[in-house]
């Protein structure tokens, strides 16, 4: 959460933006919930798949089956994921300042050396990787680019955090979120953590109504004596100029709002007057900000490789485990004949031939192997995660040409990926304009306003 200036009580400013204004904003943030909880499910549904867990996600979609039958669960879509990750690290970006005229090299080139300093100080690398993670499970990983007043010593500096979409709401239907007239960033935090940092929210705390979907998590987790704090942005306009407005709210309690402030009503909370988020699109979508991801794209084949797994360990369990017919009326003791042991079985009277006889099993036929082969080659095809882009080869290819074409291939498919990915770093740039600005002025470096 980002940090607050000072409140209009102390600057002794009426207020704008109080109960009545929540009690508003927490309408369109229950509206703009309920317009995105297919996309919630979808999320968690996802991270199950990821978690090897989709059996349980099957069974509740009334695909599970016998749920006394084992359930294999193949890594066939993880290891899609892993090698799709492993990539977008090889190809980890730097931004590079270009000028747009001679008279800007200079200051060009001052940029170019100052915004990886800037990324390197918020641990870019790491927030790049927990980015694709939730990219390439979900569709879309969200960078959230803010000041905090409290970085440097309290002289403040650029922060940059990847989000959780769970925990993001905007205007259903936009694919833009720039679009959207407000958008809401939400997160529980520990009673007693406002209360030390508010006092004046004693007694005041509580969930609420408002609520947030929630991952299927191993932990038993208690949230009973968390609030919802939640980050509201919306635009005024004010001299014919957008201006980006920020509310900090814990149910109806207002804890910081730029209305509020007489030093930040006109200026808005970013020079830049966008909403400080950046979304990272995966596959697009029309009708949202956010796409699909490599789950969405291979979750089905998974399903039908473990189901043709199922039956396969089925048939192989029946085979191997010997079972028999036994007449209710035949002499053999079961017990001593079942236990493989005992060297004496006993019987009453002459043993007759159909006194007990075992159970005949049709064998499997090579032709189902064949389609769970085909299942896992049309996975590997689909996701583009063939065996030659980790090394390997099939179909007899050695000759070094052919490998050197088809991991051209590879190369091909996954740069698109890395092309659209350098749009969301000009973004994530884009929003640090003001942020840097504010940073380099304190290295007495003079610099323009970041185009």
Known sequence: MEQETRTARDAGAPVKIGAEAVRAAAEVLRRYRAGKQNLDRRIIDNEQFWKLRHWEQMEKAGEGGNPEDVRPASGWLVNCILSKHADAMDCYPEPTVLPREPGDREEARKLTRILPVVLKKNGFKRTYSSAW?????????????????????????????????LNLFWEPGVTDIQESEHFFCTELVPNNHLVRRWPELEGKLGRGGAQVSRYLFDDKVDTSEQSLVVDWYYHTEREGRQVLQYCKFVGENVLYATENDPEMAARGWYDHGKYPFVFDTLFPE??????????????????????????????????????????????????????????????????????????????????????????????????????????????????????????????????????????????????????????????????????
Not at 140 to 156: I, M, R, S, T
Request: glycine share 10%.
């Open 133 to 165: 993670w939730y990219k390439l499970k979900s569709g879309c990983a969200v960078y959230g680019v803010f000041w905090d007043n409290e970085k440097l010593h309290g002289l403040g500096d650029v922060s940059i955090r990847s989000m959780d979409v």
């Open 286 to 451: 029309e009708g949202t900000p956010c796409g699909y991801g490599y789950v969405d794209l291979c979750k089905s084949a998974q399903k039908q490789i473990d189901l043709m797994n199922q039956a396969i360990l089925k048939n192989t369990l029946a085979s191997a485990t010997p079972r028999f017919f036994v007449r209710s009326d035949g002499a053999v003791n079961e017990n001593e004949y079942a236990d493989w042991t005992r060297p004496f079985v006993h019987t009453n009277g002459n043993l007759g031939s159909d006194s007990i006889a075992p159970i005949q099993t049709a064998g499997l036929d090579s032709v189902y192997v064949a389609i769970l082969q085909s299942k896992i080659a049309e996975m590997k095809e689909t996701a583009g995660n063939r065996d030659v882009a980790n090394g390997g080869t099939a179909g007899g290819v050695t000759a070094a040409t052919a490998i050197a074409a088809l991991q051209k291939g590879m190369d091909r498919d996954f740069g698109g990926m890395m092309s659209k990915q350098a749009k969301t770093l000009t973004g994530i740039v884009s929003n640090m304009s003001d942020a840097v600005y504010k940073a380099v002025s304190y290295t007495h470096l003079t610099l323009p306003t970041i185009r």
